[in-house]
């Protein structure tokens, strides 16, 4: 797998947008970004993919630059139930390979 | 469906004990996972199983032995569990929900090794 960084932590206001960026500047041409997020001790849900064009869908919207270098989680309208830990996972796709969590970034949704 | 299904959701053990995490997906996956989680860090991969009868070391496999009995389920056996081994274990499983590929993961057990 290609590596991902994140930042370790943000903060963000109750009813703003959150923007997750990660940087992949190893993303090989045919990895799909993946991220997930992990509720408090829960277990990570899947939250979005993408390939080459951004993406939408009923949790959020990933926006990936048009070198696939890195990409940005937007949470349009966050609410104190998005506090979480968000990880960002490069990836051929999820069935075949063995995939890798990072540290991801702990996202505090501030009130 | 109940999706992932991990017993037991706490366990503690004394160090040289053994025991096995038993996880089972009844979305009908081939691929199948086990990972741990230490404080505030990310999950580390231990084994992984892509189909019945197969499976293969991730990170950190040392200290534990898996077994993919069937399609559906997937242990992880703890031989002589040490200290080391105190962490939040999750079992996940992947395959196509509708229109994405995704990974389904258990709710944990959390070990603790005296």
């Known amino acids: 797998d290609a590596k991902t960084t994140q930042p370790t932590s943000m903060d963000c206001a109750e009813g703003r947008a959150a923007n997750l960026p990660c940087n992949h500047s190893?993303?090989?041409?045919?990895?799909?970004v993946y991220w997930y997020r992990q509720i408090h001790s829960q277990g990570p849900q899947y939250i979005i993919h993408?390939?080459?064009n951004n993406e939408t869908n009923e949790m959020a919207s990933l926006i990936i630059t048009e070198d696939r270098k890195s990409s940005t989680l937007i949470l349009p309208h966050a609410t104190l139930r998005d506090t979480a830990v968000y990880y960002c996972?490069?990836?051929?796709?999820?069935?075949?390979?063995?995939?890798?969590f990072g540290t991801g970034t702990r996202l505090t949704i501030i009130p | 469906n109940a999706g992932v299904t991990q017993t037991p959701k706490f366990q503690v053990l004394k160090t040289g004990q053994s025991m096995t995490l038993q996880c089972a997906q009844d979305?009908?996956?081939?691929?199948m996972y086990w990972y741990r989680q230490d404080p505030g860090m990310g999950l580390r991969l231990i084994y992984y199983?892509?189909?019945?009868?197969?499976?293969d070391k991730g990170e950190v496999p040392n200290g534990y032995n898996v077994s993919r009995l069937n399609k559906r389920e997937f242990s992880l056996r703890l031989e002589s569990a040490a200290p080391s081994q105190t962490s939040v274990y999750f079992c996940?499983?992947?395959?196509?929900?509708?229109?994405?590929?995704?990974?389904?993961f258990g709710s944990g057990t959390q070990l603790s090794v005296l």
């Open positions: 996940a499983s992947s395959g196509w929900d509708e229109f994405d590929e995704k990974l389904f």
């Open positions: 190893t993303i090989s041409g045919n990895e799909y």
């Open positions: 993408g390939l080459k």
């Open positions: 996972i490069v990836s051929l796709s999820v069935g075949n390979e063995k995939l890798t």
């Open positions: 979305m009908n996956h081939n691929s």
């Open positions: 199983s892509a189909s019945e009868g197969t499976t």
